[in-house]
């Protein structure tokens, strides 16, 4: 398919999206709010928490050490913008302003899941205010070296051993990109962007799960709803953070990655509509995210697995009993 005829397609559906959206609620807020995940007073300074960022963004911090993954503040709006794949760039403002709303000066590294512009586009300037490491695909560095990050800052990350950063021990596990598509536009980015790109400039790149151990306890971060079959065999973690946009089938998703890491915990990720600020009420992806489902699947088929939200910017204790 030509990129023309690839680009008018998906005018076309973000067009129909569009129209069916205002004709019909998106559902699934009323879990959203009944299940906000629990709160342990104010934090100890060396507790583990993690702030919701909106999409698939995380930041994970101890007080001592912090790491971000996928940090997406720019949100350029609109869909049709999208649809019709028009100029973007990483809005620095928004991003410095988000990072002093969080008290964030200074972060370890910033990981990235695959170089998609929702979860890549703003890592590289995150990591020049912060000094950070950018760590994940070779495409997701080109996208640092269009911010200006000198190579000492950027690494490539390793699926074959686990890396010490602080109190954090970070492992890369190589995915797959949820949706039919294989997570157009797929690719790699093979050079630093010229700003402002286009939509379909941030290709794939490789795409990651990422757990996270520390002594307080261990996390996944799944920033894509696909998977690798058998890829995280033999992990563990305590807590998942999952994606829950463009799921195929739901049940074997989670059989691949919440039932094989043995999570007792569930935390939904990426189900936001981010054409829409986070000033705005955020609302699911219309016909992408049906989080009505996905808490009804938990309480049929996983009624031991608690599942908890959180709310976007507010830090909440992951392990308040360790």
Avoid: C
Wanted: net charge neutral; proline share 6%.
């Amino acid at each position: 398919m030509s990129r023309i005829r690839r680009i008018l397609l998906i005018s076309a559906v973000a067009l129909l999206v569009i129209f069916m959206a205002a004709w019909f609620e998106r559902p699934g807020l009323r879990e959203y709010h009944q299940q906000l995940i629990t709160k342990a007073g104010p934090a100890h300074p060396v507790a583990l928490t993690a702030t919701w960022l909106g999409v698939a963004g995380l930041l994970v911090q101890d007080g001592r050490n912090a790491i971000m993954i996928d940090p997406f503040f720019s949100r350029p709006p609109g869909l049709l913008r999208m649809a019709f794949n028009r100029e973007i760039r990483p809005d620095e403002a928004a991003i410095k302003d988000a990072l002093s709303k969080l008290k964030i000066e200074k972060l370890d590294a910033v990981l990235i899941s695959h170089s998609h512009y929702d979860h890549a586009m703003d890592a590289g300037v995150v990591a020049r205010l912060t000094g950070a490491k950018l760590i994940g695909s070779e495409s997701t560095l080109n996208i640092g070296r269009s911010a200006g990050l000198p190579e000492s800052q950027l690494m490539v990350a390793d699926t074959t051993q686990a890396q010490e950063m602080g109190n954090f021990q970070v492992r890369f596990l190589a995915s797959e990109h949820a949706g039919k598509s294989g997570g157009a536009p797929t690719g790699n980015i093979d050079a630093p962007l010229t700003m402002p790109a286009h939509y379909l400039d941030y290709k794939l790149g490789g795409t990651y799960s990422i757990l996270i151990d520390h002594l307080q306890g261990s996390l996944l971060h799944h920033g894509s709803a696909g998977f690798k079959p058998g890829a995280l065999d033999g992990m563990r973690a305590d807590v998942a953070f999952l994606s829950l946009a463009m799921i195929d089938e739901l049940d074997i998703y989670l059989r691949e990655t919440l039932d094989t890491v043995g999570a007792t915990r569930v935390i939904p990720i990426h189900w936001d509509d981010f054409s829409r600020p986070l000033s705005k009420k955020l609302v699911p992806i219309p016909f992408v995210v049906r989080l009505d489902q996905f808490f009804e699947h938990m309480r049929k088929r996983r009624p031991s697995i608690r599942v908890e939200t959180m709310l976007v910017n507010d830090p909440a204790v992951l392990f308040p009993n360790s």
